[in-house]
């Protein structure tokens, strides 16, 4: 069985400031992990993915996720967030035969002026 | 836009009702997901189709049924609605090619409430 674990539930960040968010994940085999982001009364919108390769993994719009296989996590960082960054964001694992997707419970960025 | 279309947008019904919701995947995916996101929650798996059969089930009971149609758009149907089944439901649209970490495409979701 797969879990994951998202640390934090609120995040609030001053605009310009670096942010981070955390997540853990449980599994007893290989995995994919993702980050999506979910805006206010929106579907959710995969960010970043981390397959196989390179453990640093980037987004176009300035996040960057590292998978640590030791310390099995795979925090989601932006060196300086923006007002627009502000929405709900999700990290996802799933096994690498299929893609039945296993969600933490979110983390909310909350950017301020 | 993700090009995933679902309906209705928002649902209200009453305890023991039944619901049929409807998503449009985006064209040529022959895959879908369907996930239950409870307020102040991620989504949780339901099911998940693959061109017309399910080969996916998370922790739901069987009164959660879907059908996926040879244009591979698809229902998601909830039986015997309880109070606890208020949520939003997605639906993700992916292009299955043979190995995992494929895209999901999201639409965006129906909001059913239960009275």
């Known amino acids: 069985a797969q879990s994951v674990t998202q640390l934090d539930s609120q995040v609030p960040v001053f605009e310009e400031a670096p942010v981070e968010l955390r997540c853990n994940y449980s599994s007893s085999v290989s995995v994919y992990l993702f980050w999506y982001v979910q805006y206010p009364n929106q579907g959710l919108q995969l960010l970043l993915k981390y397959l196989s390769g390179s453990t640093l993994v980037e987004s176009i719009n300035g996040f960057e996720a590292e998978f640590n296989k030791s310390q099995t996590s795979f925090h989601l960082r932006k060196p300086s967030v923006h007002i627009s960054d502000t929405a709900e964001y999700f990290c996802?694992?799933?096994?690498?035969?299929?893609?039945?997707?296993?969600f933490g419970a979110g983390t909310r960025l909350f950017v301020k002026a | 836009e993700t090009g995933v279309t679902q309906s209705p947008t928002h649902l209200i019904k009453t305890r023991g009702q039944q619901v049929t919701l409807r998503c449009s995947s985006q064209?040529?995916?022959?895959?879908v997901s369907w996930y239950q996101q409870a307020l102040g929650q991620g989504p949780q798996f339901i099911f998940q189709y693959y061109r017309e059969e399910e080969n996916g089930r998370g922790n739901f009971p069987p009164r959660f049924s879907g059908l996926q149609f040879p244009n591979y758009s698809s229902e998601l149907n909830v039986n015997a609605l309880e109070l606890d089944d208020s949520a939003l439901y997605l639906c993700a649209s992916i292009l299955y090619t043979g190995t995992g970490g494929n895209e999901q495409f999201f639409g965006p979701g129906t909001r059913l409430t239960v009275l």
């Open positions: 064209s040529g995916h022959n895959t």
């Open positions: 996802a694992v799933s096994n690498t035969g299929g893609f039945k997707t296993i």
